[in-house]
């Protein structure tokens, strides 16, 4: 017979955790939340750089175009527990919110810490009991629900929701335990991997640029003939290659390995081709005594402009007089679609978020519960469901975690009372 104290065990304390423990808790389940850490959130205290970007205004279509990667299994999830509803309930405990540039949403008080403790208030006014510094280390299924193993000994559960996370920020506890307890009771894991991370490139001039950033430039990438991104804004040159927010968000189009893909980035996409390169005439004709490279300063930054000749296979020493029309026409090319041969990405350690996990076909998106395994839910990263950045995959931990918790404590007490 099962303890009665245990209706639903929530195994990770993280975003989607602790949502599924308040939810399942309201609904007038016993729950008992065990995290592996010495406190909650651990990872929400770091988003955002440290303030917690803890969703985004986007509604609609508008939200599920950032979500590129299953975005789909998704819409039942938003439905129950939305974008408002996060903002709704840290208020309800006193923490105040405000939006920024890109419709994204912050605590007004800049402090991550405050978003966890109303959470925690509001676990506490659920009735959910929580255990820090306890790991699952194995769980098994049982006749009438679940047994998991932990150092204290075996607890029983009618249902469990696994909120492990995934395995980006393992020093936070995303080790991807979550992903073995899934394969052992027979649910697939996708193959694993960082997004929203930076790439690496095996060429030395990315690291001549180290510590540049450009802006208003345009980055695309295309898998065969087809195009899988297109956007402006601003990317960083680093010491491994390419980072910043357009190479951070392109990470998370790219397909594994990322060398399949062709990526170009536009330095002038204000400017079409035809005018770049009558351009390009009028100052080598006017700057006809002048070194190419010292021409380039009034096109692109100092340090861009000394490798940018060599970049199109021209020498930078060269004066500006005697560059040839096939050299002027190879510059403009390299101007509108310079291309960034990428290796792979940077370790998962420094991702944002990972891509890949447990299967989404193998569960239900309107409750979260396994097709496999009666009475098993999952809930935020530990999904094969991520975002661009801007508060949208911590949304979808908040609302996955609370559709998962309302519907785990359903089934407990159709589990309950059919032992009845």
């Not at 923490?95 to 008080?109: A, I, L, W, Y």
């Amino acid at each position: 017979m099962l303890d009665a104290t245990n209706d639903v065990v929530v195994v990770g304390g993280g975003a989607a955790g602790m949502l599924a423990a308040i939810m399942a808790g309201r609904a007038g389940a016993r729950v008992l939340l065990l995290e592996k850490n010495e406190k909650l959130g651990k990872k929400v205290y770091i988003t955002g750089k440290g303030r917690c970007n803890l969703t985004n205004l986007a509604e609609g279509e508008e939200f599920f175009k950032e979500v590129p990667h299953n975005g789909a299994f998704l819409r039942s999830a938003m439905h129950a527990f939305s974008n408002r509803d996060i903002i709704s309930l840290v208020e309800s405990y006193g923490t105040r919110t405000k939006v920024e540039r890109g419709q994204r949403v912050f605590p007004e008080s800049d402090k991550a810490s405050d978003v966890t403790r109303a959470l925690t208030r509001a676990l506490s006014e659920a009735g959910v009991r929580v255990c820090l510094n306890t790991e699952v280390r194995d769980m098994e299924k049982t006749e009438d629900g679940f047994l998991l193993s932990t150092p204290e000994g075996k607890l029983p559960a009618r249902a469990v929701i696994l909120a492990t996370g995934g395995i980006s920020y393992p020093s936070t506890g995303s080790t991807g335990d979550g992903y073995r307890f899934a394969g052992s009771l027979g649910h697939t894991v996708t193959e694993t991997y960082g997004s929203l991370v930076g790439l690496i490139s095996e060429e030395k001039w990315p690291s001549l640029l180290q510590g540049l950033s450009l802006r208003n430039v345009r980055l695309t990438a295309k898998v065969g003939k087809r195009q899988i991104y297109d956007e402006l804004g601003e990317m960083l040159f680093t010491h491994f290659g390419f980072s910043g927010p357009l190479v951070i968000e392109l990470s998370s189009h790219l397909p594994e390995p990322v060398a399949d893909a062709a990526i170009r980035l536009d330095l002038k996409p204000g400017i079409p081709a035809e005018e770049l390169d009558a351009r390009l005439t009028r100052e080598f004709s006017e700057n006809a005594r002048k070194q190419l490279q010292t021409v380039m300063l009034s096109f692109l930054p100092a340090r861009m402009a000394g490798i940018f000749p060599s970049l199109c296979g021209a020498d930078g020493s060269m004066m500006a007089g005697n560059v040839p029309k096939a050299v002027r026409h190879r510059m403009v090319d390299t101007f509108k679609g310079l291309p960034l041969k990428v290796t792979g990405r940077r370790d998962v350690a420094e991702a944002i978020v990972t891509r890949g996990g447990v299967q989404v076909k193998e569960i239900t998106p309107g409750t979260l519960m396994s097709k496999k395994v009666p009475g098993l839910f999952f809930a935020g990263e530990l999904l094969d469901v991520d975002a661009h950045t801007g508060g949208f995959n911590l949304q979808i931990a908040w609302s996955t975690g609370a559709l998962a918790g309302r519907r785990a404590a359903e089934y407990a007490k159709e589990v309950h009372d059919g032992i009845q």
